[in-house]
């Protein structure tokens, strides 16, 4: 066939490129072009290349690994790419593909896929996952949605997508909006588009920022917290109960931190956002907003880590954190921030 659209992938192992022998562990050795060979519809969908960018669990991926996929990912659209695919491991497939959602504007698909199931496994998905995200990676209907992340037929927007099960399948969801969309047979179908994106330019290097992932517990004794600040870490995500509680008696504490580093406050449930003015007993989310946490919204604690992180990197001012968090899932949405470093905010299509 001739004119179809071109599609880069950007392979990063994970258990789509795994495999086993018999008695042996599943292991990352399977290349991107050796898992497309076994796709013989792939090229009935799109032109595709593929490239490798690493090859490791994705529990190995770093910041800097992300940059060099954003760099990749340029390049393949300044060579004519109508969309690139990113396959990885899914234990970190929110994060990442939140990171390049936020690092990136480009109104080409970017689409994470991965496999739940090893390709040695009866009933793998690698094959089925990585030809729906080729698909909707060349989809014009796909263009200017940001990042996207296509498992189990399913089309989920980065900013929402959480993974929900250990081993399962289904196991990606997107707790607070449900599915942006659906692949069926060779249909890309988008039900809904998001209004606006979020963008954080000036990120070129692996300066360090390291931001610490705290939950909260029954009888916590809050020892943990208070040794972050002199941990070295430039900023904390709070996993807090419920609503965005904790023990009466941690509030104190959390005040020390705020004092020296900016705290952001999530919610161990992953679902649903965070409280504002429902509670105001000690240690509940009235009082600990009063004592200078920052709410996260309706991101959870993986992805309020990563947008704090690149918030910090690129140098935005902690009085305007938390403007970010409040338009972090909608960008154009109901609140009004009163100041925008230039160039953060990127219109929606």
Not at 50 to 58: D, H, I
Not at 314 to 334: E, K, M, T
Request: hydrophobic share 45%; aromatic share 4%; with cysteine.
């Amino acid at each position: 066939m001739t004119g179809l659209p071109s599609v880069t992938v950007c392979a990063l192992g994970g258990t789509i490129a795994s495999s086993a022998d018999p008695g042996e562990g599943a292991a990352i050795r399977v290349s991107g072009a050796d898992l497309l060979r076994s796709i013989p519809a792939a090229a009935a969908a799109a032109a595709v290349s593929v490239q490798t960018v690493r090859m490791v669990p994705s529990a190995d991926l770093r910041l800097a690994d992300i940059l060099d996929v954003r760099s990749a990912v340029q390049a393949a659209i300044a060579d004519g790419a109508a969309g690139v695919v990113v396959t990885q491991g899914t234990d970190t497939l929110e994060e990442t593909s939140y990171a390049l959602d936020l690092l990136t504007r480009f109104d080409e698909p970017i689409v994470f896929t991965g496999a739940m199931r090893n390709l040695s496994v009866p009933g793998t998905d690698a094959p089925a996952n990585l030809l729906a995200a080729i698909r909707v990676a060349a989809s014009p209907r796909a263009r200017g949605t940001g990042v996207l992340v296509v498992m189990n037929d399913e089309i989920h927007l980065a900013r929402h997508v959480r993974k929900r099960h250990t081993s399962a399948t289904s196991t990606f969801g997107s707790p607070l909006a449900g599915p942006a969309g659906y692949v069926s047979e060779d249909r890309v179908c988008l039900l809904t588009r998001p209004y606006g994106r979020l963008h954080i330019p000036g990120i070129v290097g692996t300066q360090e920022c390291r931001i610490a992932q705290v939950p909260t517990y029954f009888d916590d004794d809050g020892r943990l917290l208070a040794a972050v600040p002199g941990l070295g870490y430039q900023g904390l995500v709070l996993s807090a109960f419920g609503g965005g509680h904790v023990p009466a008696w941690l509030a104190p504490v959390l005040s020390d931190i705020c004092a020296q580093i900016p705290v952001v406050l999530a919610s161990r449930t992953n679902a649903g956002e965070v409280l504002r003015a429902t509670y105001g007993y000690p240690g509940a989310e009235i009082d600990l907003l009063e004592r200078g946490l920052i709410a996260s919204a309706g991101l959870d604690a993986a992805h309020s880590a990563v947008l704090l992180r690149l918030l910090l990197l690129a140098g935005v001012p902690r009085a305007d954190i938390g403007g970010y968090f409040g338009q972090a899932l909608s960008a154009h949405g109901l609140v009004t921030i009163p100041r925008w470093p230039a160039g953060l905010l990127e219109p929606g299509a």
